[in-house]
């Protein structure tokens, strides 16, 4: 299972940017689907997450700011995120819980200027 995050980009304090992640197993079957980031020097933490029943969940740092959404179809989690701040500044990953596994996409870096 191959999982392909794109969207990071360089952007002011205000901004907004849309992640993307390609499962090529397809996303039907997961029990989850997840956003992760990591900052430098700190831990990996999750950001936002959505389950098979379209349920979702996230940090508190970003709630009311990113909005986490999936499309089967296109085998695609998506993640918006809106008013961002420089403490956004990180590598982030899309993560894929199949029951049986887990799978990393390779990270996207979004970085936020004030």
């Known amino acids: 299972v191959q999982l392909q995050a794109s969207g990071g980009g360089l952007v002011q304090a205000g901004g907004s940017l849309r992640l993307s992640c390609v499962a090529s197993?397809?996303?039907?079957?997961?029990?989850?689907m997840g956003w992760y980031r990591q900052a430098p020097g700190k831990q990996r933490e999750l950001v936002a997450v959505?389950?098979?029943?379209?349920?979702?969940n996230y940090a508190d740092s970003v709630k009311g700011r990113f909005t986490i959404s999936k499309d089967n179809t296109w085998n695609t989690v998506y993640l918006q995120m809106n008013n961002l701040e420089p403490e956004d500044t990180a590598v982030y990953y899309c993560n894929a819980d199949y029951g049986w596994d887990r799978f990393w996409g390779q990270g996207t870096l979004v970085t936020v200027s004030s």
């Open positions: 959505v389950i098979r029943s379209g349920s979702t």
């Open positions: 197993a397809g996303i039907l079957n997961t029990n989850a």
